[in-house]
Structure formats: structure tokens, C-alpha cells
């Protein structure tokens, strides 16, 4: 993941030409586009960066083999859903199956319990998030989950926003890698202190989340042009906890490195691709961390996680675009991402 130096940078210029050529080859857009996307040097750098990250991210995939049995390549919990949200858990749970876990479980409350599993028969859902045991309820089944994505779909009342906080401390306890997303990120800004220093956290606010963490957390105002060390900012002073600020590019600091995310996107904005990737993310970030540093190569488990998890969506979103344009809607992302991982990951 380190930047490329000096007169490397031409020879890494023309390598990424070469390595766009191959990936636009499979969209059939003209070698011009190509060009004009990697022509500036920088442009070069970061795309070099991004492969070498994503070669990284190869690594960490769990082989499919007929060894395994059912749960070791993910049991994922999602804590949300509530009686105004119930796609945005559903959303990040059926993502996190369809990106590879063997399991996915959703908490949330007993009202939406019943809408989200007639969304899906693949999910596991427990409505226990509003009964005055939830956090015992949830503790049960820590010790079988390998990663949870806190918020999508949470909500902001304030009785659940207690209980969440109290299976945040259990699963920190537990030293479960924790994904924080949407209505997770409004009580992170509540109490930062429920987070900081976790180093198994990863938070992925959008625009709005991230200049409501950053005013409740940083003292001096940050400079909004330079994305990046904002970012690097609020990581360092959550102590050093993951952040990945979604955008138009994806930013991504543990504080100390900054990695950017330009996999080509699309310009359609509709509500639920965050979830998506909150679920995403949650996988990877488990694969990440099994893995273990031979596998890394010494970069963060959970900086190639979050890249890996950013480059998939907005690769979803890219190909749900060239079939639907405008009426592109977060399903037809979620059908995208078996055919997106093969092309990022598996080819
Ligand atoms: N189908 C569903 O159930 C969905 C539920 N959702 C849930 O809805 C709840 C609230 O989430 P919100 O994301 O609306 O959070 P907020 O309630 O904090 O609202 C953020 C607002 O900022 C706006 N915004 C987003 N990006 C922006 C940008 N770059 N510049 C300016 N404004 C921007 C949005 O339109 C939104 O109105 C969460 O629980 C979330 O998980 C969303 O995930 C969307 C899908
Ligand atoms: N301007 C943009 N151009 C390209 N991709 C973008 C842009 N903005 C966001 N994205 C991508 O869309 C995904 C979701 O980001 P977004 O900011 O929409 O999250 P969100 O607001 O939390 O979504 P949700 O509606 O699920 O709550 C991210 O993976 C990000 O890379
Ligand atoms: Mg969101």
C-alpha cells in the first residue's frame, strides 16, 4: 500500500493503462476513455495504489472448498430495523450473504421483525431489540457471530439507542469487530466515548454522518476541501478507529494511512446502497481479520476490508446502471454482486 515513489511513478503511469485496458475491455468503452481516466499522473498513482490494494483484498477471500461446514465463512449480525425502517437491515443483511457469509442474523424490534423475514426466508431474525432483556438477548449470540453491523434501519428512539449501547460494550468485550453505520453513527456522535480506541471498529458515515461525528468529536473545524486528511483527522482522534467517508470517491484512514476508493461508480443516488455496503463490509472485515498478517502482508486487515467493500458497491452500482439507468433501485445493485466480486476479485 505504499505510494509509489519518483521515476517509478511513469512505468506505474503505464502499468495502470495497461490494467484499466484490461477492465474496460470487459464494458467495451473505447481506449480514449480509458486514457483520459488515467492520464494525469496522479490519477495513475491512485489507480496503481488501488490495484495493489485490491491484490491484497484477493488474498484475504476464504477459498471455497468442500471442507468447510456451514458458519465458517461468516455469521454476520445486523442490529436495526425498526416500524419506519425495515429495507435498510434487510438491505445489509441479504448483502453480506450474497457478498459470501454463511449466516446472517438481524436484531431488531418486534414490529419489524415479521416485515423483514417475509423479505427473505435467507434471514435470520430476532425481534428482541425494544424488550427490556435486549442486550442479554443479543449476548446469547455474540459468541456465534463473527462481525456486527450496528445501525441500518435503527432508528433514533431513545430506548433502543440504550439498549444498542449496552451490546456495543458486550461486543467489544467480546472483541468482536464491530461495523457502525447510519442511526449507529448518530449515537457514536452522541457518546464517541462507546467507540473510541476499539480497534476492531469501522465507521462509514455519508457526507451528512461524517460532518456530524467530526463536529462532535474534533475541537478545531476541519478544512471540507481536503477530504483526506479530514478523514485522517477523525480517525486519529476516535483513536484510530476505522472511518470511511462514502462520496463521489471513498475516503479511508486508520489514522494514519489514507486510502481513496475511485472504482467507477454511478451517478444514481438512490437510498440503501450504504446499507449494502455496511453488510459487505461486515464479511470482509471478518476475512480480513482471519486471514492473519501473512495474508495482509502487513497493511491493515480492516483498511483492505473497507476497500474491498467500497470498490464492490460502487462496481454493483456501475453494472445495475448499465441495465436500468434511472430506475436503478439498491435491489438491483444486491443482484449485481455476485457477478461484480467475480470481476473485482475472482478473475
Ligand atoms: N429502505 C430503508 O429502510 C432505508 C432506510 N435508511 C435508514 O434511514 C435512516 C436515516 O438515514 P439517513 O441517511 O437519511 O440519515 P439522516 O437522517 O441523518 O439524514 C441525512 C440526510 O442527508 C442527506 N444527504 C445524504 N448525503 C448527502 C450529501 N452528500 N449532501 C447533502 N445531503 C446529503 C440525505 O438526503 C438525508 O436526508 C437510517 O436508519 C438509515 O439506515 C437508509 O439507509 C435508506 C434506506
Ligand atoms: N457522488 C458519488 N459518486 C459515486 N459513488 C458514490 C457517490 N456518493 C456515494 N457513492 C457511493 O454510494 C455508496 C453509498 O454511499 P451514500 O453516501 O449514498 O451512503 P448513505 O447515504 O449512507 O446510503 P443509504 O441510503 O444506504 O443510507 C458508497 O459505496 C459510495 O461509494
Ligand atoms: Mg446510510
Redesign the pocket.
Known amino acids: 500500500m505504499a505510494p509509489v515513489a519518483g521515476a517509478g511513478a511513469v512505468l506505474a503511469g503505464a502499468a495502470a493503462v495497461a490494467l484499466l485496458s484490461a477492465v474496460f475491455v470487459l464494458y467495451e468503452l473505447p481506449l480514449d476513455a480509458v486514457l483520459q481516466r488515467a492520464f494525469s499522473l496522479h490519477k495513475a498513482h491512485s489507480v496503481k495504489n488501488m490495484e495493489t490494494t485490491l491484490q491484497l483484498v484477493r488474498n484475504i477471500i476464504p477459498p471455497l472448498t468442500s471442507k468447510k461446514h456451514k458458519g465458517q465463512d461468516g455469521r454476520i449480525g445486523i442490529v436495526?430495523g425498526?416500524q419506519?425502517?425495515?429495507?435498510?437491515?434487510?438491505?445489509a443483511a441479504i448483502s453480506a450473504l450474497k457478498v459470501g457469509a454463511d449466516l446472517s442474523h438481524v436484531f431488531c424490534t418486534q414490529e419489524a421483525a415479521p416485515v423483514i423475514k417475509s423479505y427473505s426466508p435467507e434471514l435470520i431474525v430476532h425481534p428482541v431489540l425494544d424488550r427490556p432483556s435486549a442486550v442479554p438477548n443479543v449476548e446469547e449470540w455474540l459468541p456465534r457471530l463473527h462481525a456486527l453491523v450496528v445501525?441500518?434501519?435503527?432508528?433514533?428512539d431513545d430506548t433502543l439507542l440504550e439498549n444498542v449501547k449496552g451490546i456495543l460494550e458486550a461486543s467489544k468485550a467480546r472483541d468482536i469487530p464491530i461495523v457502525i453505520?447510519?442511526?449507529g453513527l448518530?449515537l457514536v456522535a452522541q457518546h464517541p466515548a462507546l467507540i473510541q480506541g476499539y480497534r476492531k471498529a469501522v465507521l462509514t458515515p455519508?457526507?451528512?454522518?461524517f460532518s456530524?461525528l467530526s463536529e462532535a468529536v474534533l475541537r478545531d473545524p476541519v478544512d471540507g476541501s481536503d477530504h483526506r486528511e479530514a478523514v485522517r483527522r477523525l480517525s486519529q482522534a476516535l483513536g484510530n478507529v476505522t472511518v470511511v467517508q462514502k462520496?463521489e470517491r471513498d475516503v479511508i484512514s486508520d489514522g494514519e494511512q489514507v486510502l481513496e476508493c475511485a472504482q467507477e461508480g454511478s451517478s444514481r443516488?438512490c437510498?440503501?446502497q450504504?446499507?449494502l455496503l455496511s453488510g459487505a463490509l461486515g464479511v470482509l472485515v471478518h476475512w480480513a481479520l482471519h486471514a492473519g498478517p501473512e495474508k495482509t502482508n502487513g497493511s491493515s486487515p480492516l483498511l483492505l476490508a473497507a476497500m474491498g467493500a467500497c470498490s464492490l458497491v460502487r462496481q454493483c452500482s456501475r453494472q445495475a446502471f448499465q441495465k436500468h439507468g434511472r430506475s436503478t433501485t439498491?435491489t438491483d445493485m444486491i443482484a449485481e454482486v455476485g457477478p461484480a466480486f467475480r470481476i473485482l476479485f475472482e478473475t
Open positions: 436495526g425498526c419506519e425502517y425495515t429495507g435498510a437491515p434487510y438491505f445501525g441500518p434501519g435503527l432508528g433514533r453505520d447510519a442511526d448518530w455519508n457526507h451528512v454522518e456530524r462520496g443516488r437510498g440503501g450504504g446499507d439498491t
